[in-house]
């Protein structure tokens, strides 16, 4: 079990890097806007163990719609109690643990963009802010039923258990882990986007772009020249 989450990263940041975000949220291989339309919602059914909890929609002013510049509105409040925070820090370092490429994506503050994200008021966040909340929820609720505890206060091997039986797509055939894994792949989703948008996660994958060259612009490399050269004469007449 983690320890309590500490937060890693300020409101400004936080901002910023939910907009990172956004550019590579994907649902069925489209890229997300935030105002895009809200993915079909799978009826409940009421035989399931999903929870099915009837949450406020968030509204308000969007960023950078403040009316007047010299007196900015406070950004949304944010959603997640400290126990759903705690919980989405323990499933982060489940879904991308630290390892020799870099910290885990819960070391990096992915928790807190996950909080801003689902906090949001536009309408493919919000949905996402039902789904999720509901999601912790359920897993809360399934650790109750299998092991009596909650699921933060379960061993690894009991949270694992769980996690094995809503991380795979073919379990969505089963009734009780239908909305569950639709829950996990969003939440999956989320922590991959936003630790690979994080300047530990951008340096993980070896992206040498946002660089700055000093001195003389050396040019292209040979390997480069020559790949270009042979697109080139590929081209059509």
């Known amino acids: 079990m983690s320890n309590i989450y500490q937060s890693k990263i300020n409101r400004r940041d936080g901002l910023r890097w939910m907009g ?4 590579v949220v994907v649902i069925g291989g489209v890229t997300v806007a935030c105002e895009s339309p809200a993915p079909e919602i799978i009826p409940v059914d009421p035989t399931s163990n999903w929870p099915d909890l009837k949450l406020d929609l968030i509204t308000g002013p969007k960023y950078g719609q403040d009316p007047t510049v010299s ?3 406070r950004p949304w409040a944010l959603t997640m109690t400290s126990d759903q925070i ?3 820090a323990q499933l982060c370092d489940i879904i991308c643990p630290a390892d020799e490429g870099g910290p885990s994506a819960n070391d990096v503050g992915v928790p807190e963009v996950i909080d801003e994200w689902i906090s949001a008021p536009y309408s493919s966040q ?3 802010k039902v789904l999720i909340l509901n999601g912790l929820q359920w897993l809360d609720d399934e650790a109750g039923r299998r092991f009596n505890k909650t699921f933060f206060a379960s061993t690894d ?3 694992i258990a769980i ?3 809503i991380a795979y797509k073919a379990q969505a055939d089963k009734p009780e882990f239908t909305h569950a894994v639709g ?3 969003k939440l999956r989703t989320l922590v991959l986007g936003g630790y690979f948008t994080s300047p530990e996660g951008v340096e993980d994958i070896g992206y040498q772009g946002n660089v700055p060259i000093m001195g003389d612009y050396p040019g292209p490399t ?3 020249m020559a790949h270009l050269e042979e697109v080139i004469a590929n081209l059509p007449a």
């Open 157 to 159: 091997a009991e949270q």
């Open 71 to 73: 007196e900015p509105t």
């Open 183 to 185: 829950f996990f792949a």
């Open 126 to 128: 919000q949905q996402d």
């Open 163 to 165: 996690i094995d039986d």
């Open 20 to 23: 990172s975000l956004a550019t």
């Open 222 to 224: 040979a390997e480069a």
């Open 86 to 88: 705690n919980l989405v």
